[in-house]
């Protein structure tokens, strides 16, 4: 719980690791000089490998989660235009619906259109989450409503290409969500600060002196690319967050949209003419 909580504030997150790994490297040069490590070469030189090696182990751990954490986020960015599509999808179709179907739905497409951007906006509360999938599923429930009246009152082929683009627009809704809680696992993160500090701790152990460098670049280099996968695995709270124009302009179109004049009454046919 507590991982998952540091985990959502990047930022602090790579300070944090910056600091632990730091005062490991600290810890480790300081034990190298208690026990006398660089008297003996033969064993300095088994300490340098298994550095070397550690080193190259995490590397690549650390490309392998940069590369779990990367589509996470393209996914989240790709369902964002979809749902947007989508949403744009039923209200294009909303207009050929009989009144008063097409003005209630088109007026609870605004409204839902700006739930989305709530949930998208949310942040990282539970509560704040929870209260506004709420608000969708009760707008869910509206416009599967006006949906059945009209399939009801009018059942025609285009009716059912409404409630076609209302159920992917439904199940967008859905598939959001679920790419919100897929996260790297915190086993993962776990098994890479514990890999670090050891890392560090061997850097630090294999120092035959104090070198300033070393001690800061090499803990701030992991803790950056630490802090840039948490920051991707979190885009509702780091600095990479997922764009929301497509969204936003949506709704901008809808709430300008205005509802089509009325039909003009038919000419009556002037006398003499057929």
Known sequence: MALSLVLNHPALFAGCLFLLLAATLEFGFRLATASRLSADDARR?????SRDALGVLLSLLLGFTLAMALPRYDLSRQLVIEEADAIATAGTRAEILPPPYREN???LLVRYVAARLEF?????????????????????SKLWAQAQAVALANPTPITALFLQSLNELFDLSEKRLAALENRIPGTIWVMLVALSMVTCLMFGFASRSRFWLVSIVTPLMVAVVMGLIADL??????????DLSSLERLERD????????????TLQSEPGHR
């Open 45 to 49: 030189e088994q300490v340098a490998a």
């Open 105 to 107: 739905v088109r007026e």
């Open 120 to 140: 998208s906006s949310t942040g990282i509360s539970r509560e704040a989450l929870n209260d506004s999938e709420a608000h969708t599923n009760e707008l869910q």
């Open 233 to 242: 695995d979190s885009p509702r709270n780091g600095f990479i967050r997922t």
């Open 254 to 265: 809808l709430t300008a949209q205005k509802p089509p004049p009325a039909p003009s009454p």
